[in-house]
């Protein structure tokens, strides 16, 4: 039994590990190794499309974005707001922030999602579930999220 239970626990760290490893090193700069920090425009618009397909959105066009960089240091950051299309033809915005890794020299997505998605039942539930189902709806998103950043992995590059 010990021995069963010492297997399971191996397995679910390699796991574990293998999720924060590719969700903290390998997928945030995937397809972004190209560009300077001076190009963060065309990086941008390369993960929001990225985002848009893997999230099964047309994207149509940027609404804004923003540079920043501070006066000291390296670091850069980029943020803006993508519009795209459902499948259906319904308007979605998407939020796109990236930041210039001053360790890697490259641009790194750090949030991207669909703003006010019609899956955010985490923020607002009408039935008002128990704690339990609450959290399985987190880990839910948190898993399609995951099954998102693959599926831009294996797709072919947007830009």
Not at 56 to 67: H, N, S, W, Y
Not at 68 to 75: I, T, Y
Not at 78 to 90: C, E, F, I, N, S
Request: charged content about 25%; aromatic content about 16%.
């Amino acid at each position: 039994m010990k021995k069963l239970l010492l297997a399971i626990l191996t397995v679910s760290a390699l796991a574990v590990g293998a999720f924060a490893f590719w969700n903290g090193y390998v997928y945030p700069p995937y397809g972004l190794h190209e560009y300077s920090k001076d190009q963060f425009a065309p990086a941008w618009e390369t993960a929001a499309k990225g985002f848009c397909a893997s999230s099964g959105l047309a994207f149509v066009r940027q609404d804004f974005i923003t540079f920043r960089k501070p006066d000291s240091g390296d670091e850069a950051y980029v943020w803006g707001v993508a519009r795209a299309l459902t499948p259906d033809g319904r308007e979605r915005l998407a939020w796109i922030y990236l930041e210039w890794s001053t360790k890697r020299r490259l641009w790194t997505r750090s949030y991207t999602l669909v703003l006010a998605d019609d899956d955010d039942e985490v923020y607002y539930t009408p039935t008002y579930p128990g704690q339990f189902q609450r959290a399985l709806i987190a880990l839910s998103k948190i898993m399609k999220e995951n099954a998102r950043h693959v599926r831009e992995y294996l797709a072919p590059p947007t830009h």
